[in-house]
């Protein structure tokens, strides 16, 4: 039984193709790796008035503007009062919770505090996707 070389197809000249161009990179994680780099849209917190540099850790405010999770945090504390064994603590959905601890580790829910409504959450996922470049 002999084996037969495969026919060549013509010998027509082949382009190279062309090498598809590289997006910007932030960094390089191995060389056949890349990240591209998004541009955060630049926002303003409206409780400490500092620039959120990661929109995706915001929190939207009930006006519709937007603020950084540690400050809604400490504005939810403050506002609450909270008490010694108390704590702010994010439950999901937009509900933050004030958690109350005890000797043996366990923890209990004393309040609920619904602050971002299903509606502003979409309305944020909105602006971001519209915001990336």
């Known amino acids: 039984m002999s084996r037969s070389k495969p026919r060549e197809r013509g010998r027509e000249k082949q382009q190279p193709r062309p090498e598809p161009k590289k997006p910007e990179m932030k960094f390089t994680i191995d060389s056949r790796v890349y990240v591209p780099k998004v541009q955060e849209p630049m926002v303003v917190?409206?409780?400490?008035?500092?620039?959120?540099?990661?929109?995706?850790?915001?929190?939207?405010?009930?006006?519709?503007?937007?603020?950084?999770?540690?400050?809604?945090?400490k504005k939810i504390g403050d506002s609450y009062g909270l008490r010694p064994g108390q704590k702010v603590s994010y439950l999901g959905r937009g509900v933050f919770g004030i958690i109350e601890t005890d000797e043996k580790g366990g923890f209990t829910i004393v309040e609920r505090v619904s602050y971002e409504s299903p509606e502003a959450f979409l309305a944020m996922k909105g602006f971001v996707e519209r915001s990336r470049k």
Request: aromatic share 6%; proline share 3%.
């Open 45 to 73: 917190c409206s409780i400490c008035g500092g620039t959120i540099d990661t929109i995706a850790n915001a929190i939207s405010e009930p006006d519709g503007s937007y603020s950084h999770f540690d400050c809604v945090l």
